[in-house]
């Protein structure tokens, strides 16, 4: 079967890491990333590149059409600390993206879509420890919401048109490969760079909050796996809960430790424990696990060897 992949939000801190993997898996001239303003020199030398809004449902059509698109990859977002500084542009980019693509597929332009959901979905009312695939839904935040209302939008026009959306809701996800992108749980990959470069490291969040995290490597192999699992093993289709680990900065601070044994941590709250505060520490992702075989690979102590490994490499 022909396959050519267009990935949307290229050049964020998940579709970097994406793009490259997709481009190790299939021929490199199949697989077209694409964001607002170029990439850097791998993303731009690795194969097809496309400067691309992802709210413009004209540019991305032409770009399917042109490039024959069977998947795509939507990974363009404003994420959730973003998001609260700027409101409206937060939910016009993340609604209007996700509803040019769905249309594509509508239409039958493209035939797969990967569509990213968050445990921002969750809210204050929703059960923190071992969230439960289907549970209480009531963010409180512009991302929140416009994750829950897009997983709901997914499953509808799965349910009405048949498009084949396929989602996951991403933990707070930790690499080395690319900075920290206006996300609250983003300090978990802030606090390594700030090890290594200054032996401390002022957390946003108290030394309680503990929030459900994944290494990217993770991350990527859950996205593909889920696009590349059998059609009949997909039986959600607003979005699956994933989960790899869960810890609090004290926790982190303690990993990174073992490495670096001089590394201090302090707290200085701000306002994305409020957003913290009404996320889940833990998640259920036992759904993912039997409808298509999602395992993850790394716990928090491998994760920190290899954070720490690369970042003083560089």
Excluded at 151 to 156: A, D, H
Excluded at 209 to 225: E, K, N, Q, S, W
Excluded at 252 to 281: C, M, N, V, Y
Aim: aromatic letters at 10%.
């Amino acid at each position: 079967m022909k396959k050519r992949i267009l990935i949307i939000g290229a050049c964020g801190q998940i579709g970097t890491e994406l793009t490259a993997q997709l481009r190790k898996l299939y021929e490199p001239r199949k697989v077209i990333a694409s964001d607002i303003r170029e990439g850097d020199d791998d993303m731009m030398q690795g194969g097809p590149f496309e400067i691309l809004d992802a709210t413009n449902y004209d540019a991305i059509q032409d770009v399917v059409i042109r490039h024959e698109i069977t998947d795509v990859y939507l990974m363009a977002a404003m994420l959730s600390a973003t998001a609260e500084k700027f409101p409206m542009r937060g939910w016009e980019l993340n609604m209007t993206s996700l509803f040019n693509v769905l249309n594509l597929a509508k239409d039958k332009k493209i035939e797969k879509i990967f569509w990213p959901s968050s445990i921002a979905v969750f809210g204050p009312s929703t059960p923190k420890v071992n969230t439960p695939q289907r549970t209480i839904m009531e963010p409180s935040t512009v991302y929140g919401i416009s994750k829950q209302t897009g997983e709901r939008w997914c499953e509808y026009f799965f349910e009405r048109y048949g498009v084949d959306v396929r989602s996951i809701r991403y933990p707070g996800l930790i690499s080395y490969k690319t900075l920290p992108g206006g996300g609250t749980t983003d300090y978990a990959v802030d606090i390594y760079h700030k090890a290594i470069k200054h032996k401390k490291y002022i957390s946003f969040l108290n030394a309680e909050t503990t929030l459900p995290m994944m290494f990217m490597d993770d991350a990527i192999r859950a996205t593909i796996g889920i696009m590349e699992a059998s059609i009949s093993d997909i039986k959600i289709r607003s979005s699956y809960n994933l989960a790899a680990m869960s810890f609090n900065p004290v926790e982190l601070a303690a990993s990174i430790k073992e490495h670096i044994p001089e590394f201090e941590i302090g707290f200085e709250e701000d306002f994305r424990q409020a957003i913290a505060d009404t996320w889940p520490q833990s998640i259920d992702d036992s759904e993912a696990r039997k409808d298509w075989g999602w395992k993850p690979e790394f716990d928090l102590e491998e994760t920190s060897r290899i954070m720490i490994s690369n970042l003083k490499d560089e």
